[in-house]
């Protein structure tokens, strides 16, 4: 189920949930001169684990007593109600075109202490509706209420969708898989998004073998978990 990917809820101590926690506190200290209020988590392909990350990014956020509303915007292939057992009946959708209020599209997940706002109806002109002003005043009436706004877009070099979100949001966190990204794809992902003016806050290298290497020696089990 994809409600077991939430690594930073379900195994906290892991090291896949310490890396979270390393890119949350450089999220946090990548924009010094403006406040950070919302981002857009994509990649340059399907399947590289960008949905994951925005999850576990915002679950992160939250155990850190912020504020966190975490929006479907992956109008083609929605997960965000996957991941939480939610239904997708309303969301982002009915409050652009419908002008439904969004505390009544939303969920508040107690366990996991955020907001969800799942895609709802696959609209037809995913582009336009995401392209719209009223979607832009939107997520700037979400930055007034909450500390962070993490929104889950389809790969950017698939549609255009990420990179017209990424005009109007603080920043974009491209995720690459390990040894499944194409270099010269995750090139052309950034070339797609810097054309329009998009913040590119940095890169995940998602997918890294932990059973191997540095990384495992790393851990925070083996530093942590002698202590008794």
Not at 17 to 42: G, M, W
Not at 120 to 130: F, V, W
């Amino acid at each position: 189920m994809s409600r077991y990917k939430i690594v930073t809820h379900y195994d906290p101590k892991s090291p896949i949930a310490e890396a979270y926690r390393t890119l949350r506190t450089n999220i946090q200290f990548s924009n010094f001169d403006k406040k950070l209020k919302s981002i857009v988590v994509t990649s340059a392909g399907p399947g590289e684990g960008k949905s994951t990350t925005a999850v576990n990014l915002a679950v992160s956020m939250a155990q850190d007593n912020k504020a966190i509303l975490l929006i479907d915007c992956d109008f083609r292939k929605p997960q965000m109600h996957k991941y939480f057992a939610t239904s997708n009946r309303a969301g982002v959708t009915n409050i652009i075109a419908e002008g439904m209020e969004q505390d009544l599209a939303s969920t508040h997940i107690k366990d996991f202490k955020l907001d969800v706002l799942p895609s709802g109806p696959i609209p037809p002109n995913p582009s336009e509706l995401l392209g719209s002003n009223r979607m832009k005043e939107f997520i700037e009436s979400m930055e007034n209420i909450y500390d962070m706004v993490i929104i889950d877009a389809p790969p950017v070099g698939v549609v255009t969708d990420a990179s017209i979100i990424s005009t109007y949001v603080g920043g974009v966190i491209l995720v690459c898989g390990s040894g499944q990204a194409h270099i010269e794809a995750s090139k052309h992902a950034k070339e797609l998004i810097t054309k329009v003016g998009g913040n590119i806050l940095g890169v995940v290298l998602n997918k890294i073998p932990m059973n191997e290497g540095r990384y495992a020696a790393y851990s925070y089990q083996s530093y942590y978990g002698d202590s008794k």
